[in-house]
């Protein structure tokens, strides 16, 4: 009886256990990909996976009745094709309901067909090695779950869901031709015929089992655990990238440790089983005390690699489990009836994972948060083997002793030992809605940054890996409006109010300007450091710095390592922008606290500011919330003698770019995606990550050589396509600019918002997370709630502009944007037209269906309606006509008329520009050569 064609028989049941199990363990990565898809939610989208893994044993019962009437060959091809149908069917769903019936009914039920048989087949060929046998072949399953998931990865991200389950059906379509090879044990059959004659078909339902005692005994044991069982599989992926902030090719991985645990858990079971085979229900009973324990400590897990470790605990041990289940059920209940018992006990299986899934993505629903699901389902399947030492020590008399019932005792009072603790631990409703810590929080600001300069707006001339991970994976902000110059965006950030009200609204400070945001004002750490936050600045200031209270040490930062003009040299951090005509105000900028920092002379500016980053990300103790600016001077131009700097490593990353000026562009911003990537990594590795927003900005419109041609040289290479204008304009592409919100504290991800938003919103959206109180007078706004749950903003209005120095004037209202006047230099050249990259417009970069692409139509053929915002004002529907070619100015003079007027009072409550000429005092030979404060 035993091996011969028994072993070809286990190398099938390998394989489809692998095909079958692998793909039933990627539902957790398929889940994160539906989730951000369909946006339906984590209890009803959870309803696939359980559907799927319930009825792979739910089907039990009608499984064995069908082996009964025909053969485990003929079930087993039948289950093939059925799933197959089932998988082909999802890749046409419009919705999660859709894929719950076709994915998780339809291919479910074609699995449980294939999943019995297995079991039973193996059973029928060996004896003495029954139990290496069945660990052998049930270890296919493991071995899927390990490497399925990569790939399954793969394919979501590289070809989409619906392609997924296309391939899918064709590797789910080797276990028909697999299933062939399953012959009957012939000895088995003459054995069984002359014992007892022509057998009869099994009843569907073998119900003299469910008065047996011990039979109800073990189906309640079954259930708890079963219950528990797919959970892990369905949600570590999910988990580990919204609440550990983990990759999701991280995340698929935990997935893989499963299935190599489980792999080597069930040879190990089957093994040990038949060396122990007086002592394996002790065995059975510790490797379902093992597995409870290992998803407990999913639940408390604060890192990846705690879940990892987890994973593999679970793994190893559930396998085991599994390998030796229709083992004890053999030893206890007798080998002919194994294919009644083992079906019923599927059924009780399908039918607890039909609840158990749903259940834990309603706690993860309520609670925000998964720990409390696997605290509770895992403190459930400890307790299943408290249930099993219930059955009468006779039934088991063959696989258990004297040493094992003294055991017996000890599980069954252990779960009344840990569970209060256990739950004492688990998260309430009341404690995750108000979190313990306080979100760390870290706000990147890119300099001159243009609005083609990412990858996610649909051009990828620039890669951008990691600020595109960083949107994809949060909230893309696409309704996102700065102000039109440095000085008074960073204003507005810094105080929560229009620019108007500081006197900050006309042009930027300049270097030796004797002015700055007036220290009456009370800026973002002042407030932060009230709610607790310990607040770190590195990079630009460029809000004055005449007195040293003006300098961000005394305005409530607790560090700064920067510079406080407007614009640097990269590597000598002697800034050239207006340093007079002699140069007496060419001098030396850049600080650490109140020191200069000439040891940092030769070091790359976007390199040394993120080293500083990092630096204080790992030494920050977060018994107290972290709030760090950084604020970059990349991609802002140099100096006049040599605008565009970088290394040459990140110049050599875009060959392609035949323009010089745009290429070395390219890798300053390239420069800067690396340092959103360490910044990234260094909260994963500290693991604080789960508790962070961050948020990615540029500070207005890039700037390309029409800056040049308004201002004079330098010029940068920025690109603003396909918006009209670029920096100091009031045009979008002087205002829209890239942002991105990341935070695994978000509800909804993986999305793109096109809510209306203005820098002032960040002060009162910061205080809100930090626990603090509304603020009065400001005009920023909270939209925490808009970003996060995909609210509608609470803002209707945005006001540009309103600077009489350069005639200018702009607001935004709803949908409706209104321009009057237009600034020109002498020359009388306007910064109001659409500008392709330098270099030309390449179609080849385009990104076919980009998430934060605009909807704009071809300049090739639009109709424009001209606008000359000098003579008269312009007005735009920015919903309907992002980059403005339609004036409807004459067409809504209504409109034209109640937004003059809102603009008129604002001007009433608007304080005048307070520009200043440069103080001879600030000279540079007067401040050993120094860009320093020279009053006090």
Not at 20 to 48: H, M, P, R, Y
Not at 388 to 409: D, F, N, Q
Not at 516 to 525: A, V, W
Not at 551 to 564: A, C, D, I, K, Q
Request: with cysteine.
């Amino acid at each position: 009886m035993e091996g011969g064609y028994g072993w070809v028989v286990v190398f099938a049941t390998f394989l489809i256990n692998a095909i079958v199990q692998g793909v039933v363990a990627s539902c957790g990565i398929l889940l994160n990909v539906l989730l951000d898809q369909f946006k339906e939610g984590k209890a009803i989208t959870g309803w696939i996976p359980s559907l799927l893994g319930g009825l792979l044993l739910a089907v039990g019962p009608f499984s064995s009745y069908l082996i009964s009437r025909s053969s485990c060959r003929s079930v087993t091809v039948l289950g093939g094709f059925i799933a197959v149908i089932g998988c082909l069917i999802s890749s046409l769903a419009t919705s999660v309901r859709f894929l719950i019936f076709s994915y998780g009914i339809v291919t479910g039920f074609g699995f449980g067909l294939l999943y019995l048989p297995q079991t039973i087949i193996v059973a029928e060929w060996f004896k003495e090695t029954r139990s290496t046998a069945t660990g052998i072949g049930l270890s296919g399953a493991g071995f899927g779950a390990f490497i399925i998931p990569p790939i399954s990865q793969y394919i979501l991200k590289e070809y989409g869901w619906s392609q997924y389950f296309v391939l899918s059906s064709v590797l789910v379509s080797g276990c028909c031709g697999l299933g062939l090879l399953l012959r009957p044990n012939p000895e088995i059959n003459a054995l069984m015929e002359k014992s007892a004659g022509i057998p009869q078909p099994a009843p569907l339902i073998a119900s003299h089992f469910l008065r047996d005692p011990a039979f109800i005994i073990y189906c309640v044991s079954t259930g708890l655990f079963s219950g528990s069982y797919r959970i892990p599989f369905s949600f570590l992926p999910d988990y580990a990238v919204r609440q550990l902030s983990s990759s999701k090719d991280q995340a698929a991985y935990l997935l893989s440790y499963l299935g190599i645990a489980s792999f080597l858990g069930r040879l190990l079971g089957g093994v040990v089983g038949d060396r122990q085979r007086h002592r394996r229900f002790l065995v059975f009973l510790i490797l379902i005390v093992l597995s409870g324990v290992s998803v407990v400590a999913m639940g408390f897990a604060d890192s990846y690699t705690t879940l990892a470790v987890c994973s593999l605990g679970y793994g190893a041990a559930s396998g085991g489990r599994v390998a030796l289940n229709s083992i004890i059920l053999a030893d206890i209940f007798g080998l002919p009836a194994l294919t009644q018992t083992f079906g019923l006990v599927c059924l009780v299986q399908g039918i607890s994972i039909f609840f158990g899934t749903p259940v834990a993505g309603w706690l993860a629903d309520l609670f925000g948060d998964y720990r409390t699901s696997f605290i509770l389902f895992g403190t459930g399947m400890m307790c299943c083997s408290s249930v099993l030492t219930m059955i009468p020590v006779a039934r088991r008399s063959t696989i258990s002793g004297y040493g094992e019932r003294k055991v017996s005792w000890i599980l069954r009072i252990l779960p009344c030992l840990v569970i209060p603790f256990l739950l004492g631990g688990a998260p309430t409703v009341k404690s995750l809605q108000t979190p313990v810590l306080k979100p760390n929080i870290i706000f990147i600001f890119a300099d001159d940054m243009g609005w083609n300069d990412v990858g996610f707006h649909g051009y990828n001339e620039i890669r951008t890996p990691n600020i595109d991970r960083l949107a994809s994976e949060g909230v893309i902000l696409n309704g996102y409006y700065t102000q039109y110059m440095c000085t008074p965006s960073r204003s507005a950030l810094m105080t929560g109010k229009y620019p108007i009200r500081t006197g900050l609204q006309h042009y930027v400070l300049r270097i030796a300007e004797p002015r700055g945001l007036p220290l009456t004002e009370k800026i973002m750490p002042q407030y932060l450091d009230e709610a607790g936050y310990k607040s770190h600045m590195i990079g630009k200031w460029h809000l004055g710095y005449s007195q040293k209270q003006m300098t961000p040490t005394l305005r409530g930062f607790e560090s700064f390592f920067g510079y406080y003009t407007g614009q640097n040299d990269y590597f000598n951090y002697t800034p050239t922008a207006g340093v007079g005509a002699q140069g007496e105000y060419l001098a030396f900028d850049l600080w650490d606290n109140l020191q200069p920092a000439r040891n940092s002379i030769g070091r790359y500016a976007t390199e040394l500011f993120t080293e500083k980053a990092v630096g204080i990300i790992n030494s920050h103790d977060y018994k107290d919330p972290l709030f760090l600016y950084l604020s970059h001077l990349a991609p802002h131009y140099a100096n006049a003698y040599d605008p565009v700097q970088a290394p040459q490593k990140y110049i050599d990353r875009f060959p392609g770019i035949a323009n010089e000026g745009r290429r070395k562009y390219a890798a300053t911003v390239s420069a800067l995606d690396d340092s959103v990537g360490q910044v990234m990594d260094a909260l994963k590795v500290k693991g604080v990550a789960g508790n962070t927003v961050i948020v990615f900005s540029s500070d207005n419109g890039g700037a390309g050589a029409e800056q040049g041609i308004e201002f004079g040289p330098p010029s940068t290479f920025a690109s603003n396509w396909p918006l009209r204008g670029a920096k100091s304009s009031q045009w979008e592409g002087g205002l829209r600019t890239t942002a991105a919100l990341w935070s695994p504290l978000l509800e909804l991800k993986g999305r793109v918002s096109t809510e209306l938003y203005h820098i002032s919103d960040w002060l009162p959206t910061f205080i809100r997370l930090a626990g603090g109180s509304p603020i009065d007078n400001l005009d920023g706004y909270d939209i925490w709630d808009s970003i996060s749950k995909g609210l509608p903003s609470p803002r209707k209005e945005i006001l540009h502009q309103i600077d009489p120095v350069w005639g200018e004037y702009a607001l935004r209202w709803n949908q409706y944007k209104l321009i009057s006047g237009s600034h020109a230099n002498a020359a009388g050249y306007r910064i109001d037209k659409w500008y392709d990259p330098e270099g030309g417009f390449h179609a080849n970069y385009v990104v076919p269906n980009a998430p934060g692409a605009l909807a704009c139509a071809d300049k090739k053929t639009a109709e424009i309606v001209a606008c000359d915002a000098v003579a008269m004002p312009c007005l735009f529907d920015i919903e309907m006509d992002p980059c403005e070619y339609w004036n409807i100015a004459a067409e809504r003079t209504d409109i034209v008329d109640y937004m003059m007027d809102l603009i008129r009072a604002f001007n009433e409550t608007a304080l005048p520009s307070n520009n200043l000429p440069q103080d001879p005092r600030a000279a540079a030979g007067l401040n050993n050569g120094l860009v320093q404060p020279w009053l006090e």
